[in-house]
C-alpha cells in the first residue's frame, strides 16, 4: 500500500496492565478516583522536579510491571519518551531497569506513539511484553519552556496547565485486556501557528488529519466508537477539532472527549485545561482502561497530540509543527 | 525468550538506498571521497547553524529517496532524531515530506535506533519502504551542550568533536542492497562517568554491553564479521572498549574501527576524534555501504553509542546514561 498509515494488527497485542500516577493539583480531577497514585507534594522527596518526574516515570513503570505479574526482567523492552531536553527522564528511569530501551520523542503524542510502536514490535513476534509509559511534571516543563516559576509570569488566556503526572501500559502477547486492534501513525502537520501559548490551535489540524486518515484507512465512522478521546488539545483545541472536522464531513458527538479539556476542574484557573505527556498517558492508563474493563467502553479511538516545537525554534520565529498518532482499544 | 534483546530478521530489509552530507571540516578526512556531498560553508545560506543541520537532514532524506528510485509518497515513514532539544531538525525535515514520521532519541546512537525499529517495521509487514536519517552540526550542538562559539572556551584533551554531516538509509522490503539480518536493541549503562567532556569513556561500557549480548545470542565472534564498527568512541573510548572486551574474553582485532576515531586526521586538533549522532551516519552511508556493494565487506556489525546526558542532568550532578543499537549488514 502506498504511503500506509494505518496498520491492522493481526494478533490483537493486549494492554495487560496499566498503572497511572498524579500530582496534588490532578488530585481534584473528577477522574482522581481512577488515579493509582496521588502526590500530597510535588517534590516527592527529591531534590529537583526534574528528579520527581523521574521518580513518578520509575514508579509507574515498576508498578505497571508488578500489576502485571511479571518481573522488570520479563520485559523484553521499555519505550519511553517525556517532554524534557534529550528526554533525560527516560533514559533515567530506564537505568534503574535491566532492559532494553527504546527512546522516542513524540512531545505530548508519546503515549500513543509508544503503544503503536510497541504493539508492533509485540504483534511482529519480536517481543513478547515491552512497557510503554511517559511523564510530564508542570515544574519542570514550565521552567524549560516558558518561564522559572519563581517569576509569576502571567498566562495568557489561551495557555494550558502542564499536567503532573504518567501513566504506563504493558503490551503483551499473553494475558488479559483491552487488545491494541489498530494504529494509525501520524504525518507532520503545521497550519503556521507560531504562539506556543496556544497550543490547542496548533494541534487541532493535526489530530483531524490523523482521524480522517484513520477514518477512511478503516472504513469506520466516529460513531462505530464508544469513545473518542484526543490527548491535550483543552477547551479551544478540542473545539477547533470539532470545527475541523464537521467541515470535512465528520461529526464528533457526544462520545468525543478531550483529556486536556476535562481533566481540571473550572476553579482550578487552568484556563484552556491540561496539556504534557503526561495528561493522556495519566487519563488512557486510569479512567480509560479501567471503564473498558469494566465494559463501559468496548472500543475507543485513543488520539495522542504533539507539538514539535523547542524554545530555540520558536526564538527562532518558527512556527509549531504537530503530529497526532492513534491506536484503537477494543474489548 | 526472556529479556530478548537480540532479533534475527526472517525477511531480511534491505538497505536499497543511502545518501551522505559532511561539513568543510570533514571534507579534509580520509574518507572524503566516499561523501556525497561536501558543504563548502557550514551555514549553508541559512539563518542559523539550527536551520542548518535541518537543511542537510532534508537534503539527505530527499536524495537517498531519490537515489532509491522513489517518490517521497512512496516511503511510508521517516524515522528520525537528533541531538537538538526535542530533536527539532528531525520534526521539522519531516514537514517538508508528507509522510508518517516517527521520532526517535538515542543521543549518538540514533541511526543504529532507526535501522534497528525500521528494520523491524519492514520486516513485519507493517511498512514496504521507510527512511531512516540523523544528521549533526557542530556549531549548534556545541552552542547547546557546551558554550556558545564566540567565547573560544577551551577543549580538554578527552573533548571530541562533534562531526556536521548527516546520513539516510532507505530500507525497503524490495530492491538491492545489504541485508539488515539481524539487531541487537541496548539497554542502559551507567559506569559513573560525571565528565561530559569525556563521552568516550562513558559509552565504551555500553558497548561492550551490547557488543557482548550480541556476541552470546547469535552465537558469533568479532573475527566473523569482516568489520565492527562503532559510532563515535574517539581515541579513548575505542580503546577503553578493547580492553574492556579483552577482559571479557573477545579480542577485536584489526577488522575493528571507531568512525569518530578516524574520521579527522591528527593534524585538525580534535583531540579524541569525531562524535555527534551525524558522526556514524556519515561513515555508514558513504564509505561503509558503498565498500559493501564493492563487496569488499560482506558481514559488518555496526554499533552506534549514545551518551543520554542532558545539560540539566550534568548541571544536577547526575552520572551520563549510555546505550548502544547494533546491527548486522550482510551482502
Redesign the interface.
Known sequence: ?????T?IFKNKPKIISSYSIAGPKESYSVFAPFFDLVLKNDLWDC??Y??AERKMLEHVIFNAIERAKRNP?????LLC?D??????SS??A??KF??????????CSTMA?SLA?GA??V??????TVACATASHFSSVER?FRMPLELGTQRPPTAQWTVTGGGCSIVGKDGDGPKITTAT????V?YDITDANNMGAAMAPSAMTTLIQHFKNTKTKPEDYDLIVTGDLGKLGAEILIDLMEHKGYKLGQNYMDCGHCIYTNKQHTFMGGSGCGCSALMLNSYIIKKMKQKIYNKILFVATGA??????SF?G?SI?C?AHAIVLEN
Open positions: 500500500m502506498k504511503n500506509n498509515q496498520i531534590d529537583s526534574e528528579m526482567s520479563d520485559i523484553d523492552a519518551g517532554l524534557l531536553n534529550q528526554i533525560i533514559s533515567f530506564a537505568r535491566d532492559v532494553t530501551y527504546i527512546g522516542l520523542f513524540g512531545a506513539e510502536v508492533c514490535l504483534d511482529g513476534g519480536y517481543f513478547q524549560q501513525f501520524g504525518k507532520v503545521d514539535l516545537l523547542s524554545t530555540t525554534s527562532q518558527e509543527p503530529i
